[in-house]
């Protein structure tokens, strides 16, 4: 059951033609057996008996009897299209709603968390749905996200036009065909993830855009962040996203359900159009073809640049990704900076007491509205005590001496929290969530000086296997952990063997047993996920083949020259560059832009605004030009050969700097002995100086 790394990857590239086209999602992983409550995977187990004791207790202790939810997530339905499927425009699939059918079926699954079950059938609203009669409405269940049009004027105001140009394409004809056609006057990008801004291109046309025809909106901010939060580490976090988005698993009762703000995310072509308007101020007015909107900057909370939109005139509060049906991820698991929980408290709370008062609806870019005053009131001060109460009590117990190794087991919501189903924690969970806020304020070590320099897990564990007797041993005690529901106990001895003897594929089988019964009890898809994902690689080995592209032109057009060089610094070898030492400065004349690029001491330095007055090489290229080279268009041997690029002075340098350049490839294993023992099939012929991959932001 090998799967091609090419095919699933959250962000790949479609080749058409010459034309590389950036795609947002992952392939579709549907289940025939589904339905039938078949596991996909042969080596794969049903829930225990441990599993299903505690899955009963919890469906008599949740609060299922508020089915407000349920009543809200289908109010204002208008029409649902007859198809499931949307294809993208290569002819892959870009959306298949068709595949999560099996939650439909009206049974209890024993092999996910009651409460994400129920989480993941309201996730299964489909098609147009009216929020303010006869002037605000949503798509849903098109994509990861919602999609939202405001009626104006003459047009419409879209907010945050999903992941993928094909299905905010098809969004825009359903709202057309069921309401009359009109057309978008403006774009509204509530915040810098792939899935508020990649389907720009399916409902606008840039050229009206750049006429002024069609205003694009978005924060302060918003086009460093687009791009910046996931270049730098961009490699490590597109392999990590195998794990916390389950690309692996097929949607099954066994596999993957939900993805906690959405079903999964599209995967057609990811586009970007760069905003005409920013909001600046922390509040500031605007109205567009007779609606007013008031913007709330809220930076730093779900998304580095984002804001939130009040309509006074219809009484509606536009909560963007800051409150939605689930808390949030303070730290991601695919990897990002950790968020200020008690900053993203702060700004529900700026909300609330600026327009919760008179606000008669609340709607966002996940989930569903809440309607009436009340119930948008006690929304916004559930999620906004959620956040408070996290950051508050985790650095209470912290000024205790609970450590960041210890949090995660010590920390809990109080009853009042628990009880409401707006504070339970689908995106994020209170384990990994609680052990972030310490990381923040304190960062990863818990003062004890054993953990501040600690061996290697490969190196460790055959320490603790020798000590404790050898693998039979280990074998013996991490099965009778298993048989009596132990699991965590049975993870944390297996789990060693399995470092210290990578090609044991009866240690790796039986870890493999012990996380995905941890999986089926999780209530955060992404912790399920990254439980049942490295049970998946355990069992059949880590998804091999040619590494993908991510990088289409919207997203290298707006990745800085300074964001490049950055990232140049990071795909160097700094041990090929040992005894290096040269200054190239870089000129882009039709930007303006001047850099000085270092080598010293095996580290690659730039600055700019400043051009050194003795450069051993001196490189004057368009901005324009010089994207084909970070795209992977072309290179600087063809830029200089059509006059397009000049060097000037000791070309060694150049010669020098690329040949530190090293290709980043998500090829690396995240368990031991799961990486394929042939040799893996040789690497793309990729130019040294193509940006590296960007990896997906989709739902933060």
């Known amino acids: 059951m090998k799967t091609k790394l090419s095919l699933l990857a959250l962000t790949i590239v479609l080749i058409t033609g010459n034309s590389a086209i950036a795609a947002g999602g992952g392939g579709v992983v549907a289940d025939p057996g589904a339905m039938q409550g078949k596991h996909f995977d042969p080596k794969g187990k049903a829930p225990s008996t441990f599993t299903v004791e505690l899955q009963n207790g919890l469906r008599k202790t949740l609060p299922f009897e508020d089915k407000r939810d349920f009543e809200e997530s289908k109010r204002g339905f208008i029409a649902a299209p007859s198809y499931k499927t949307i ?18 079926q009206g049974k209890d699954f024993d092999s996910v968390h009651p409460s994400l079950q129920r989480q993941a059938i309201l996730n299964m609203g489909y098609g147009l749905y009216e929020v303010v009669p006869g002037k605000i409405y949503q798509v849903r269940g098109f994509d990861l996200s919602n999609i939202s049009f405001v009626k104006t004027n003459t047009g419409w105001i879209v907010f945050d036009p999903l992941t993928s140009k094909e299905t905010a394409r098809a969004a825009l004809e359903l709202v057309n065909e069921k309401l009359g056609k009109r057309p978008v006057v403006a774009v509204v990008y509530s915040h810098s993830h792939a899935d508020h801004f990649g389907g720009v291109r399916g409902v606008v046309d840039e050229a009206d855009v750049k006429s002024g025809k069609v205003k694009i909106i978005a924060p ?153 005053n009340d119930r948008v009131q006690e929304v916004m001060r559930t999620q906004r005590d959620s956040y408070a109460h996290l950051n508050n009590e985790v650095l209470h117990l912290a000024n205790n001496g609970v450590t960041i190794n210890e949090v995660h087991n010590v920390y809990k919501q109080p009853d009042s929290l628990k009880s409401q189903w707006a504070a339970h924690s689908y995106h994020g969970s209170e384990e990994h969530n609680s052990r972030a806020v310490i990381n923040r304020y304190l960062g990863y070590w818990d003062a004890n000086p054993a953990t501040l320099i600690p061996l290697s897990p490969k190196d460790s564990a055959p320490l603790y296997v020798e000590m404790m007797g050898g693998s039979g041993k280990i074998m013996a005690k991490g099965r009778q952990l298993y048989q009596q529901g132990k699991y965590r106990e049975a993870m944390e001895i297996v789990n060693k063997l399995v470092y210290a003897e990578p090609n044991n594929a009866a240690a790796k089988d039986l870890l493999a047993d012990i996380f995905e019964q941890i999986g089926y009890q999780k209530e955060s898809p992404s912790v399920r996920n990254s439980f049942l994902g490295a049970a998946y690689e355990l069992r059949h080995g880590m998804p091999s083949g040619a590494s993908p592209k991510t990088n289409g032109p919207d997203m290298i057009k707006a990745m800085t020259t300074e964001l490049w060089l950055n990232a140049l610094a990071i795909s160097m070898d700094s041990k090929k560059a040992a005894g290096m030492r040269f200054t190239i400065n870089l000129s882009t004349p039709d930007n303006g832009e001047k850099f000085v690029v270092e080598m010293s001491n095996s580290a690659l330095s730039n600055i700019k605004g400043y051009q050194d007055k003795n450069p051993n090489l001196t490189i004057t290229v368009n901005r324009s030009d010089l994207e084909k080279v970070m795209g992977g268009q072309a290179t600087f041997e063809k830029l200089l050969a059509e006059g397009k690029a000049k060097f000037e002075g000791d070309r060694k340098a150049f010669e020098q700097l690329r040949s530190t350049m090293t290709t980043l490839t998500p090829d690396f294993e995240l368990m031991p002995g799961t990486k394929a023992k042939k040799a893996p099939p040789a690497k793309p012929n990729k130019d040294p100086f193509e940006a590296p991959p960007i990896a997906n932001s989709d739902g933060a």
Do not use: C
Request: without cysteine; negative net charge.
């Open 87 to 104: 294809m993208a425009d290569a002819g892959n699939v870009a959306w298949d709603m068709g595949s999560y059918d099996f939650l439909l």
């Open 220 to 372: 302060a901010g918003f086009m460093d962040h687009a791009v910046a939060e996931n270049v730098y580490a961009g490699n490590a976090m597109t392999r990590r996203l195998y794990f916390q988005y389950g690309v692996l698993l097929p949607r099954s009762p066994f596999g993957h359900v939900d993805q906690s703000i959405g079903k999964n995310t599209a995967a057609g072509n990811l586009g970007l159009i760069e905003p005409t308007i920013l909001i600046n101020e922390p509040f500031e007015k605007m109205t567009v073809d007779g609606i007013e909107m008031e913007f709330q900057n809220t930076p730093g909370t779900e998304a580095p640049a984002e804001m939130n939109t009040y309509f006074p005139q219809l009484k509606a509060f536009w909560a963007a990704e800051n409150i939605t049906g689930t808390i949030h991820n303070i730290y991601t698991l695919r990897g990002a900076l950790v968020r200020d929980a008690l900053a993203w408290s702060k700004n529900i709370n700026n909300a609330l007491y600026r327009y919760g008062n008179e606000a008669q609806v609340m709607f966002a870019s996940h989930s569903w509205p809440r309607w009436g």
